[in-house]
C-alpha cells in the first residue's frame, strides 16, 4: 500500500486514501516533496483526543503515575461501604 501521495495524486486516489486511513494506516500528503496532512482513521483520531484529554487532566496523570511506581492500593468490593 502507498502510504504518501502528493496533492494532484491525492486528487485522484482519495477513496484509496480513505480506505488506507481506515486500515489503520496513516497516509501522508505532500506538495512538493514536503509533508503538509495526513489523512487517519475517525477511530485513530478518537483515541489521540482521548489520549491527549487523559494527558490534560492532571489528577489523571497523577493517579497513573502513582499506579506506575506502585503505590496504588486495592481493595475488595466488600470494603465499599
Known sequence: MKS???ISEGQDSFPAMVREAES???V???RHDEP?????SHERMSA???TL????????MK???EHKAGKTKF?????IP
Open 4 to 6: 504518501t501521495y502528493s
Open 24 to 26: 489503520g494506516y496513516v
Open 28 to 30: 501522508t500528503v505532500t
Open 36 to 40: 503538509v496532512a495526513c489523512v487517519i
Open 48 to 50: 489521540i483526543a482521548e
Open 53 to 60: 484529554e487523559i494527558m490534560g487532566n492532571a489528577a489523571a
Open 63 to 65: 493517579a497513573i503515575n
Open 75 to 79: 481493595g475488595s468490593l466488600e470494603d
